[in-house]
C-alpha cells in the first residue's frame, strides 16, 4: 500500500484502523470490489482526471468524509 496521506486529522487508532483495511487494495480494481463489498456499499462517487495518465478516484467513507484514491 502507498502512504495514506490523513488530511482529515484522524486519531492514531482511526488512522491505524483505515490502513488496515486500506492496505491490501492495490488496483482499482481491489478498491471497487471493496467498496461494493462495505456496509452499506460504497460507489465511486467521482473520478478526477489530472492528465491522460493520473485520475482521482473517490469514494465515501463515513461520517460525510470520503477517500481519494490516486491511480495511474
Do not use: I
Not at 467498496?35 to 467521482?46: C, I, K
Amino acid at each position: 500500500m502507498l502512504p495514506l496521506n490523513d488530511r482529515a486529522g484522524l486519531s492514531p487508532e482511526e488512522r491505524s484502523a483505515l490502513e488496515r483495511e486500506l492496505g491490501p487494495l492495490t488496483l482499482l480494481q481491489d478498491v471497487v470490489r471493496w467498496g461494493f463489498a462495505s456496509t452499506p456499499p460504497r460507489d465511486v462517487t467521482e473520478v478526477v482526471v489530472q492528465d491522460e495518465f493520473t485520475h482521482d478516484v473517490v469514494l465515501p467513507w463515513k461520517d460525510g468524509g470520503y477517500l481519494v484514491f490516486d491511480t495511474t
